[in-house]
């Protein structure tokens, strides 16, 4: 800004206020003139001390005026408020949150008023226990009773020094009473230990503390030693407005005790979202006589620990309104494989969370809103990891007015499916399939590659699921080679590729199972590279018997359909099926 500009804006302005006036006393010019002339041996320290002071008030008040005339200055209080509420990193709990705002502060007086007398401005609170306590206590005086979202990181585990100094101890606890000031008003909580070690005191020195305005309560631990343990007792007070816990170990071996865990649950009636991940250390024997935790609420159930310690988890708790379920076994030494037993008791708990089963069930392949209550879906897909595979339920609820959909996904090791223990007739998933009575009501199996993390010789002994239901209108096929789903069962082959569809065509006939077959789809399905001609029409040759034999494999079937596989209607019409049946394609 020029001098013109910085005239110009300082006229708009409305007049300063008395306190901000450049208000000289009589005898400050003669003052100024005496210490500016040549011969000052007269005047005494003091005179000069004066003078000087006068000259930094003056500038002082001039800067003031300056400041003023800048643009950014002219904007209200709340605007200016606004925009430092943008300065501060919301997203990542490991931030330093309202510290950002430091900076700002010191800028210009008027910035610094406005600054601390937001307490917004300072909610966003991150407090390291090594740090200084006296910090923790001036966000905590800053934020006054606003609703706070407090990151906690504990780095003292790091050292290598297991016995905290006098003089940690002593910060750590006067930060520990600066947290019980903050937790009264606390609204989103993520508590952070970099390594949790055996016998130490982890949150165990917390005396239990009223939170009722936490909704969020993240607890993270980087590395878990054997045998630690973190208390929860802290929130066993209740924590009524809770509607997200997550609970998470990426390191595994677990640090909090499942009894403890449904103690807070007990308590946390609001509850929408739990996640957790690595955290229990023990599964819920049933000689603990643990009560169920009631949570009418919970609609978001995600947990990644081995199978038996979440079929207890699933065991006590008491909710039917779940939509999202992800239940992910997590790895485990070789040898210590769930037995046919825990599947069964697996599948039984998580009958009892899932949506019921509609009765009489009124099937429509297109599940019309209001054509009726329920429609399951099962998609078998492989994960993201080599080692697992992907079972998934849908469930779409219609009504006229809202429809509604339940998603349901149980990750678990391929050994389960193509390993056969001593003295079991089956793999151990049959015990699953067998105890979970949704199946025997599903309108559409899927089953959904890529083919290159698919274990297609398995994919045999995975279809076999298809026994327990008659109720099945629909196959899909999607990302699959033709070797998947030969080896699959569920289409007629003449010829099976492997020893494993071989031994199992002997053993099993899905046929009955799939008498009501009315529609055969065909989703983005690979070919090999290695064929000269091109891949449509390598794929229209491998499935041309196949497809022929359809209509008399599936007395009931109405319609095939090729979704993305680059397949023509000229090469649809030369498949020669029969008239009765409609084949289509999309792209």
Same mark, same amino acid.
């Given at each position: 800004m020029n001098l013109k500009e910085t005239q110009s804006a300082s006229r708009a302005l409305p007049p300063c206020s008395s306190s901000s006036e450049l208000n000289m006393s009589v005898g400050t010019p003669c003052?100024?003139?005496?210490?500016?002339?040549?011969?000052?041996?007269?005047?005494?320290? @003091?005179?000069?001390?004066?003078?000087?002071?006068?000259?930094?008030?003056?500038?002082?008040?001039?800067?003031?005026k300056f400041n003023a005339c800048l643009k950014i200055n002219t904007l209200p209080d709340e605007i200016l408020e606004t925009i430092f509420w943008e300065i501060i990193d919301r997203g990542d709990p490991l931030s330093v949150g309202s510290m950002g705002v430091f900076p700002s502060s010191m800028v210009c007086r008027r910035w610094r008023d406005v600054t601390f007398s937001s307490a917004r401005l300072w909610s966003y609170i991150y407090i390291n226990f090594d740090a200084d306590p006296a910090t923790s206590g001036q966000l905590?005086?800053?934020?006054?009773?606003?609703?706070?979202?407090?990151?906690? *990181?504990?780095?003292?585990?790091?050292?290598?020094?297991?016995?905290?100094?006098?003089?940690?101890?002593?910060?750590?606890?006067?930060?520990?009473?600066?947290?019980?000031?903050l937790f009264p008003h606390t609204k989103v909580m993520y508590w952070t230990f970099a390594t949790l070690r055996s016998g130490e005191d982890n949150l165990n020195g917390f005396e239990p503390s009223p939170m009722p305005h936490v909704e969020v309560l993240d607890v993270f631990a980087g590395k878990v030693e054997e045998n630690s343990i973190l208390s929860l007792r802290l929130f066993t007070v209740g924590l009524p407005t809770l509607h997200t816990m997550v609970?998470?170990?990426?390191?595994?071996?677990?640090?909090?005790?499942?009894?403890?865990?449904? =103690?807070?649950?007990?308590?946390?009636?609001?509850?929408?979202?739990?996640?957790?991940?690595?955290?229990?250390?023990?599964?819920?024997?049933?000689?603990?006589?643990?009560?169920?935790?009631?949570?009418?609420?919970?609609?978001?159930?995600?947990?990644?620990?081995?199978?038996?310690?979440?079929?207890?988890?699933?065991?006590?708790?008491?909710?039917?309104?779940?939509?999202?379920?992800?239940?992910?076994?997590?790895?485990?030494?070789?040898?210590?494989m769930a037995t046919a037993e825990t599947l069964k008791a697996l599948a039984e708990n998580v009958a009892r969370i899932l949506p019921p089963i509609p009765n009489p069930p009124r099937l429509n392949l297109n599940g019309e809103p209001g054509c009726r209550p329920e429609t399951f879906h099962v +998609?078998?897909?492989?994960?993201?990891?080599?080692?697992?595979?992907?079972? @998934?339920?849908?469930?779409?609820?219609?009504?006229?007015?809202?429809?509604?959909? +339940?998603?349901? =996904?149980?990750? +678990?090791?391929?050994?389960?499916?193509?390993?056969?223990?001593?003295?079991?007739?089956?793999?151990?998933?049959?015990?699953?399939w067998g105890a979970l009575? *949704?199946?025997?009501?599903?309108?559409?199996?899927?089953?959904?590659?890529?083919?290159?993390?698919?274990?297609?010789?398995?994919?045999?002994?995975?279809?076999?699921?298809?026994?327990?239901?008659?109720?099945?209108?629909?196959?899909?096929?999607?990302?699959?080679?033709?070797?998947?789903?030969?080896?699959?069962?569920?289409?007629?082959?003449?010829?099976?590729?492997?020893?494993v569809g071989e031994e199992r065509s002997q053993t099993l006939d899905l046929r009955h199972h799939l008498?009501?077959?009315?529609?055969?789809?065909?989703?983005?399905?690979?070919?090999?590279?290695?064929?000269?001609?091109?891949?449509?029409?390598?794929?229209?040759?491998?499935?041309?018997d196949t497809l022929q034999s359809c209509p008399t494999y599936f007395n009931e079937l109405e319609e095939i359909v090729f979704v993305k596989c680059g397949v023509s209607d000229g090469q649809v019409a030369s498949l020669d099926v029969d008239d009765e049946v409609l084949i289509t394609t999309d792209g």
């Open positions: 003052i100024l003139q005496e210490l500016l002339n040549s011969d000052t041996r007269h005047l005494s320290a @003091k005179d000069f001390e004066a003078g000087i002071a006068e000259c930094e008030r003056i500038a002082r008040i001039l800067k003031e905590a005086s800053r934020a006054y009773s606003y609703p706070v979202n407090l990151s906690i *990181h504990d780095e003292s585990k790091l050292h290598d020094d297991r016995r905290l100094s006098s003089e940690r101890a002593s910060r750590r606890d006067s930060t520990r009473r600066k947290l019980y000031q609970l998470h170990c990426p390191g595994g071996g677990g640090f909090i005790r499942p009894s403890e865990l449904l =103690q807070v649950l007990r308590f946390t009636s609001q509850l929408k979202s739990l996640s957790v991940e690595h955290a229990l250390v023990s599964r819920i024997s049933e000689e603990d006589n643990l009560l169920p935790a009631k949570l009418p609420m919970l609609r978001r159930l995600h947990a990644l620990e081995r199978l038996d310690r979440i079929s207890s988890l699933l065991r006590h708790l008491d909710t039917t309104g779940l939509t999202d379920v992800i239940l992910c076994e997590s790895t485990c030494p070789p040898g210590r +998609m078998l897909e492989p994960s993201l990891s080599h080692t697992r595979f992907n079972f @998934k339920i849908l469930s779409v609820v219609g009504s006229n007015q809202v429809p509604h959909t +339940m998603t349901f =996904q149980c990750l +678990m090791r391929w050994d389960y499916i193509r390993v056969t223990p001593p003295g079991h007739e089956r793999p151990p998933i049959h015990a699953f009575p *949704h199946l025997r009501k599903v309108l559409s199996f899927w089953i959904n590659g890529p083919s290159a993390r698919f274990e297609v010789d398995a994919v045999g002994y995975a279809t076999d699921c298809v026994a327990y239901t008659s109720s099945l209108r629909m196959l899909a096929f999607k990302m699959c080679n033709v070797d998947m789903i030969r080896n699959s069962g569920l289409l007629p082959f003449a010829v099976s590729l492997s020893s008498s009501n077959i009315r529609r055969i789809r065909f989703d983005s399905l690979e070919v090999d590279d290695d064929t000269e001609v091109p891949s449509s029409v390598a794929l229209i040759e491998a499935l041309r």
